[in-house]
């Protein structure tokens, strides 16, 4: 299942034309701010997908039936660009644990590259739903290798990945490498950089919104 936020014209298009724009992106905490607005949009449209439980709720005057999530997903993100974009999704999915997976990309000698993963802090997902943030799926590398490390460990039962802005490239690489995760993305661009960056795209978005790393 693919599902793109800025097919429905909404609020969420202004928080994404503002990390796009070269002037108002220079603000760090705007630029944090937005993706956690995004974040928080984005959690709200995964919640309609998840599985609920009624529950009776005692108010001054009476009980009220509601339906409630049954359970809560993890929330995991690629540090350390998706940080914020995390945090939205925590906002609003709060009692929900938290994953954290540094990975990055190793250039070979040929100019291609590969993916390799450091460290993965996360609680168990066996018979759990995990989503998977990250701010950019660029060639969908990345995303595909951290979920194919997760998934040989852990029995998860649904995995949703959702990010800002992702490629057309992207999209097809991870629905052909992890043909039952859901994808979720606020926009998809057509086009990449020989260096793999998403055109229009927004730029680095760890730089953007950390300040621009040594190594």
């Given amino acids: 299942m693919l599902f793109t936020l800025n097919k429905t014209d909404?609020?969420?298009?202004?928080?994404?034309?503002?990390?796009?724009?070269?002037?108002?992106?220079?603000?760090?905490?705007?630029?944090?701010?937005?993706?956690?607005?995004?974040?928080?949009?984005?959690?709200?449209?995964?919640?309609?997908?998840?599985?609920?439980?009624?529950?009776?709720?005692q108010t001054p005057l009476g009980t009220a039936?509601?339906?409630?999530?049954?359970?809560?997903?993890?929330?995991?993100?690629?540090?350390?660009?998706?940080?914020?974009?995390?945090?939205?999704?925590?906002?609003?999915?709060?009692?929900?644990?938290?994953?954290?997976?540094?990975?990055?990309?190793?250039?070979?000698?040929?100019?291609?590259f590969i993916i390799k993963i450091d460290h993965i802090a996360t609680p168990s997902l066996d018979d759990r739903t995990?989503?998977?943030?990250?701010?950019?799926?660029?060639?969908?590398?990345?995303?595909?290798?951290?979920?194919?490390?997760?998934?040989?460990?852990?029995?998860?039962?649904t995995l949703h990945i959702a990010a800002v802005i992702a490629s057309a490239e992207g999209i097809e690489h991870v629905k052909a490498h992890l043909p039952k995760a859901n994808i979720w993305v606020c926009a998809i661009d057509e086009e990449m950089t020989t260096r793999a960056y998403i055109v229009p795209g927004l730029g680095d978005a760890g730089d953007l919104a950390y300040g621009e790393k040594l190594h």
Avoid: H, W
């Fill in 65 to 112: 039936p509601i339906n409630v999530p049954a359970d809560e997903p993890v929330i995991g993100t690629i540090l350390r660009a998706g940080l914020p974009f995390q945090q939205g999704f925590l906002n609003f999915f709060d009692r929900s644990q938290a994953a954290f997976i540094t990975a990055y990309r190793k250039v070979k000698k040929s100019g291609d």
């Fill in 10 to 57: 909404s609020v969420a298009n202004r928080f994404l034309a503002e990390l796009r724009d070269v002037s108002i992106q220079q603000d760090r905490m705007r630029f944090r701010r937005n993706q956690e607005r995004l974040g928080e949009i984005m959690a709200y449209e995964i919640s309609k997908k998840l599985r609920y439980e009624q529950k009776e709720v």
């Fill in 130 to 157: 995990l989503i998977l943030c990250d701010t950019m799926l660029a060639t969908g590398q990345s995303v595909v290798e951290v979920c194919k490390e997760l998934l040989a460990q852990y029995n998860i039962k």
